[in-house]
């Protein structure tokens, strides 16, 4: 069972900006464990977006950016496109589990 | 280019056992956390299992714990998951992923399928 929620669904229009949620508690992402992002596109393994919290790796576009802020973190995309129709997951640490846990996902429509 | 290559699915039936491998290659293994991590059809992600780079430290979900043991051998660059007693909802694509620095799984395999079914 995910301990980070996230919305079932989000969706946009080509060009427009949308944010994801993902909301958790005191023991992980309030305690000040980092936040990470995974996009996964149908059939294929999860692949990292964002990591500790607001960081892109190599070869993610600018339009994908990561806030945090007290037991909450969020995924924002900025001038959406058709290629990101994805399923997209956060992911942090919690000390009362003592292990990795991931947020429920959330698909992301492009209309 | 940095790979890491599961193996080791398939069908099994109810309380049977399954050893799952993962093959790294591309970055130096011995250097970086690994996990398992699955995906029950349909559904989210769920971390499984953890294990430090020298083996001192293991730990596992609560919903695999005394049942799945997490190996690797540096050796031979590669990531193991034993698991035992499993049950139907254990029906899953596994993956192994590279815990970066930060505590991200920055490399993924292409996954691997288990179905536990009589």
């Known amino acids: 069972q995910s301990v980070l929620t996230q919305p079932p669904s989000v969706s946009g229009a080509p060009g427009q900006r949308v944010t994801i949620s993902c909301t958790g508690s005191?023991?992980?992402?309030?305690?000040?464990?980092?936040v990470h992002w995974y996009q996964q596109l149908p059939g294929t393994a999860p692949k990292l977006l964002i990591y500790g919290n607001t960081s892109r790796p190599s070869g993610v576009p600018d339009r994908f950016s990561g806030s945090k802020s007290g037991t909450s973190a969020s995924l924002a995309i900025t001038g959406l496109q058709a290629e990101d129709e994805a399923d997209y997951y956060c992911?942090?640490?919690?000390?009362?589990?003592?292990?990795?846990?991931f947020g429920t996902g959330t698909k992301v429509t492009v209309l | 280019q940095v790979q890491l290559v599961e193996s080791g699915g398939g069908l099994v039936k109810p309380g049977g056992s399954l050893r799952l491998s993962c093959a790294a290659s591309g970055f130096t293994f011995s250097d970086y956390y690994m996990s398992w991590i699955r995906q029950a059809p349909g559904k989210g992600l769920e971390w499984v299992s953890y294990i430090s780079s020298s083996s001192s430290y293991t730990n596992y979900a609560d919903s695999v714990k005394g049942r799945f043991t997490i190996s690797r051998d540096n050796a031979k660059n590669s990531l193991y998951l034993q698991m035992n007693s499993l049950r139907a909802e254990d029906t899953a694509v596994y993956y192994c992923?590279?815990?970066?620095?930060?505590?991200?799984?920055?490399?993924w395999g292409q996954g691997t399928m288990v179905t536990v079914s009589s």
């Open positions: 992911q942090s640490y919690d000390s009362s589990l003592s292990g990795y846990v």
């Open positions: 992923a590279r815990d970066n620095s930060n505590s991200a799984f920055d490399i």
């Open positions: 005191s023991s992980n992402i309030g305690a000040g464990y980092d």
